[in-house]
């Protein structure tokens, strides 16, 4: 070969190993589902325009002035009609016959390997998109976040990706939807680390990146450079003393992200205890949320014009306090009761309402010292949404992106923080957390639950074992557990169905009295009903059964039902399957191999 074949050689080269580079790969793939994510978004808003116009005669952001000039029983029907659809549609359509939100997506990644359905996602986003446009109380960022992630986890499935590329992909479409609801990139970027993901690897980082880079990209293209919310101008910190007053804020602020969270919980309850098919409860809930509207409609819909409105300092203090307790019952009232949404845009409002009455007192008290309502309406809504959704750090990220405010960020660090450490220590989890935990999902240390649950029994257990009749004579019995590795013996009939275990403690007596030889067999002194392991058991079962039965060795069945032997999992084989799992994991994430 010539020099100049071996130089043309070489690009051709280098572009291979560019396909093979797993971190290549998924950089164009962030691209892709930034551009998915991002044009996802754009669509949601405008099906909750097509929704609101069916029901106020009106698709655009300002609907407050638009149902003040409406008859009182439209207002009081419209919520309770989108009610009655999502009921009906979530009833005949949705997994498990419920909405879907973040708290699924932080399953997925979690639990399942960043697995989902964009099927689910799609129906999803019909139900919050009803839900939002009828008028109530939820937030569309939610909606927009499972949507995003379900694209992701969608092409992720398609090329039959490994279980980190799927956490990242699933991650990047998270992020790119945050970012493109806001016009916040590095808030967006943040959020699908911290409360998705759960790591900062450089894997997962980049991706997510450029994803949430992508995402902005498309909605700066489409509605423009321009913030979520009219935020009022920049702010100095008049004072270090001023501090304190931030701090007590943070402290406020966790007290109401509590009470929500704990409204919404007791709502949902006392929504399923009432004498009502399920599907009828989003219309009785949307009634309550229309009766209220009727006299504050500040608190239907995402409330993004009321939130501009407390930032701008046009409410008095009676109406921002009243306006806190309204927009927490007719928010707690929506989730309960089974709309679809999200709780950001709600949490947001609450916050700004909370943190301008806090304002406004504070500055009365102490006007030389104050920065002025303005500065603790943006704080409080910080503080507020960061506990809520159990994410200080990309709330203070996306006010800081917000604001474009140092002086005003640092303040908004000291309440957030408090906030989120407060909500945290009292309740042990975020409004997303709880739902979960509710459902009885425990996603604390939930990449290692995940691991657990990615490798089954049939995975490790060994199919040599000591298998014997249930007719064996007691001598031949002694003889053969005294040969036994593990000093067990398991009775399998003719089927090869399991009927006992038998070890040297269970003879008792009988170990060395041989006078009852010719009375017993071996089906006499057997456990009947030992503890098993189900072929399709994860490590998680796995560990459970041992910490509880006490045992070293487990038999494995097919199913419980016909309790055929397969073969048995030991204890010291679970946790080095368990071992070798969170060390293949751990090279993932870090590129390895």
């Known amino acids: 070969m010539t020099s100049s074949d071996q130089s043309a050689g070489k690009p051709a080269l280098s572009v291979k190993r560019l396909t093979k580079n797993d971190q290549v790969i998924l950089t164009a793939l962030a691209v892709a589902i930034g551009l998915l994510a991002g044009g996802a978004a754009i669509a949601f808003r405008h099906a909750i325009g097509v929704f609101q116009g069916l029901g106020y005669g009106f698709g655009g952001e300002g609907l407050i002035t638009i149902v003040s000039g409406l008859p009182w029983w439209q207002v009081l029907l419209v919520p309770a009609i989108g009610g009655l659809a999502v009921g009906v549609f979530v009833h005949a359509f949705m997994p498990n016959r419920r909405p879907q939100g973040v708290a699924d997506v932080i399953e997925a990644n979690a639990l399942r390997g960043g697995r989902m359905f964009v099927a689910d996602g799609l129906k999803a986003a019909v139900v919050s998109a009803i839900s939002i446009g009828s008028g109530a109380s939820v937030g569309r960022e939610g909606p927009v976040v499972h949507l995003g992630a379900s694209l992701g986890a969608w092409i992720s499935q398609r090329l039959h990706l490994g279980r980190a590329p799927s956490r990242t992909l699933l991650g990047c479409g998270v992020a790119a939807a945050v970012a493109a609801s ?39 293209i489409y509605y423009g450079d321009f913030p979520a919310f009219i935020l009022p101008e920049t702010h100095t910190i008049t004072s270090f003393w001023e501090f304190p007053a931030f701090a007590l804020l943070g402290v406020t602020s966790a007290a109401a992200a509590i009470v929500f969270i704990r409204a919404a919980m007791v709502t949902e309850d006392s929504f399923s205890r009432l004498p009502l098919p399920r599907w009828a409860h989003p219309a009785l809930g949307g009634l309550a949320v229309g009766a209220i509207g009727i006299f504050f409609p500040q608190i239907l819909g995402v409330g993004y014009e009321a939130t501009d409105a407390a930032l701008s300092g046009r409410y008095e203090l009676w109406f921002l306090l009243t306006l806190v307790v309204l927009k927490m019952a007719a928010t707690a009232v929506s989730l309960g009761s089974g709309f679809g949404g999200g709780v950001f845009s709600p949490s947001l409002l609450m916050g700004a309402a909370l943190g301008g009455a806090f304002g406004i007192i504070a500055t009365s008290v102490f006007p030389e010292l104050s920065s002025g309502h303005s500065a603790y309406t943006i704080v409080g809504m910080g503080a507020v949404a960061g506990a809520v959704l159990g994410a200080p750090i990309s709330t203070i990220l996306m006010i800081f992106e917000l604001t474009n405010d140092y002086a005003i960020t640092i303040a908004v660090m000291i309440s957030t923080t408090i906030a989120a450490i407060i909500t945290q220590q009292w309740l042990g989890q975020s409004f997303f957390t709880e739902q979960l935990r509710r459902r009885g999902v425990a996603v604390t240390g939930g990449h290692d639950i995940g691991l657990l649950r990615s490798v089954c ?42 009927t006992g275990v038998i070890t040297f403690a269970d003879l008792h007596e009988t170990a060395f009295d041989t006078s009852h030889d010719a009375e017993l067999i071996a089906e006499n002194l057997a456990r009947k009903r030992p503890t098993v392991l189900v072929a399709d058991d994860d490590l998680e079962t796995a560990f459970q059964a041992f910490a509880v039965s006490g045992e070293v060795n487990l038999p494995v069945v097919e199913d419980r039902d016909s309790m055929l032997m397969m073969g048995v999992a030991q204890e010291h084989e679970v946790v080095l399957a368990y071992h ?14």
């Open 457 to 498: 029994a049939r995975d490790i257990m060994s199919r040599v074992f000591d298998a014997l009749a249930p007719a064996t004579p007691i001598p031949e019995l002694r003889e053969r557990l005294q040969r036994a590795p593990w000093g067990e013996l398991f009775l399998v009939d003719e089927s090869g169905r399991l």
């Open 580 to 593: 070798r799992a969170r060390d293949r994991a751990r090279g993932e994430e870090r590129g390895g191999d």
């Open 182 to 220: 806001f016009n916040a990139p590095i808030a967006g970027t943040f959020f699908a680390l911290e409360v998705v993901i759960g790591h900062y690897a450089l894997t997962a980082l980049a991706p997510v990146v450029i994803a949430s880079v992508t995402g902005t990209i498309i909605s700066r």
